[in-house]
C-alpha cells in the first residue's frame, strides 16, 4: 500500500514550457486535491475532484489544468510555465466517508526559470 | 473571505519546553478543525477536531477547539527534537465540496 505517490520529485522548468504532474492513489478514494505550498503562505488549493471525470476550481487555478480519468489518478498540467508557478506541489486524497482527514504525497518541487 | 490564522509564526523552545500554537478562524459553513505536522516533506495527520471542548489527546500532543469563539490549540508538552516541524491547521467547511482552508502554519524548532 503505496498510499499517495507523486511524480516527478523535482522539476526544472524554461518559461513557456507545458509539463504534467502525476498523482496516484492505492487507497480507493474518492477525493482528490492539488496544492501548491509558497512560503509564507501555508497550502493554497488550485483544483480539486470528487470523483472520477469530475474536476474543480481551488484558490488558485489560473495557469493550471487538471484530469481525472481514472479515479486513482489525478493529473495537474501546466501549458506555459510562468516563474511565479515555482513552488512546491502537493497532492492529497481522501475517502468519502469516514474521517475527514486528508492523506498527502510527498511533493513535487518545480522551478520555473 | 474566509480565512485560518495560525499564531505565533515561529517559534524557538529548549526540549522539555511545553508550547502552544494557535489557530484562530473566520470560516463559513464550518465543518471540522484538523492538526497536521510537516516535517521534511508531506502534511501528516495529527487530529481532527468537530465539536468544542473536547480535548484530544496522543501522546505528548493534545488539542481542543472553541466553535464559540472560533479557536483551536495545539499543546505539546515535553518538547524533543523531533517536534520541530512546521504544524499546519486547516479547517474544512460543509460546502458539498470537502474545500479545506490552510493557515500558513507555525515553524516550531526544539534545541537540544
Known amino acids: 500500500n503505496a498510499g499517495v505517490t507523486q511524480t516527478p520529485k523535482f522539476r526544472v522548468l524554461k518559461t513557456g514550457q507545458s509539463m504534467t504532474l502525476l498523482c496516484a492513489q492505492d487507497m480507493n478514494h474518492e477525493y482528490m486535491y492539488w496544492y501548491r505550498q509558497d512560503p509564507g503562505m501555508g497550502l493554497r488549493l488550485i483544483h480539486y475532484?470528487?470523483?472520477?471525470?469530475?474536476?474543480a476550481k481551488g484558490e488558485v487555478p489560473d495557469g493550471y489544468n487538471v484530469s481525472r480519468l481514472k479515479k486513482q489518478n489525478f493529473l495537474l498540467g501546466l501549458e506555459s510555465a510562468a516563474p511565479s508557478q515555482t513552488s512546491v506541489y502537493f497532492c492529497?486524497?481522501?475517502?468519502?466517508?469516514?474521517?475527514?482527514?486528508?492523506?498527502f504525497g510527498p511533493g513535487t518541487r518545480l522551478t520555473v526559470l | 473571505e474566509d480565512k485560518v490564522v495560525q499564531s505565533p509564526l515561529s517559534l524557538v523552545v529548549h526540549e522539555g519546553d511545553t508550547v502552544t500554537l494557535n489557530c484562530s478562524y473566520e470560516?463559513?459553513?464550518?465543518?471540522?478543525l484538523l492538526w497536521y505536522k510537516q516535517e521534511k516533506k508531506a502534511p501528516t495527520f495529527l487530529f481532527m477536531l468537530?465539536?468544542?471542548?473536547i480535548e484530544k489527546k496522543s501522546g505528548r500532543l493534545s488539542s481542543i477547539l472553541d466553535k464559540k469563539e472560533l479557536f483551536s490549540i495545539l499543546n505539546i508538552t515535553a518538547t524533543q527534537t523531533g517536534d520541530s516541524a512546521i504544524y499546519l491547521c486547516?479547517?474544512?467547511?460543509?460546502?458539498?465540496?470537502?474545500?479545506?482552508?490552510f493557515g500558513t502554519g507555525t515553524r516550531l524548532k526544539v534545541l537540544a
Open positions: 470560516v463559513t459553513n464550518f465543518r471540522s
Open positions: 468537530t465539536s468544542s471542548g
Open positions: 492529497a486524497s481522501r475517502a468519502l466517508a469516514g474521517g475527514h482527514e486528508q492523506f
Open positions: 475532484s470528487v470523483g472520477e471525470g469530475t474536476t
Open positions: 486547516a479547517v474544512e467547511r460543509t460546502s458539498g465540496t470537502y474545500k479545506y482552508i
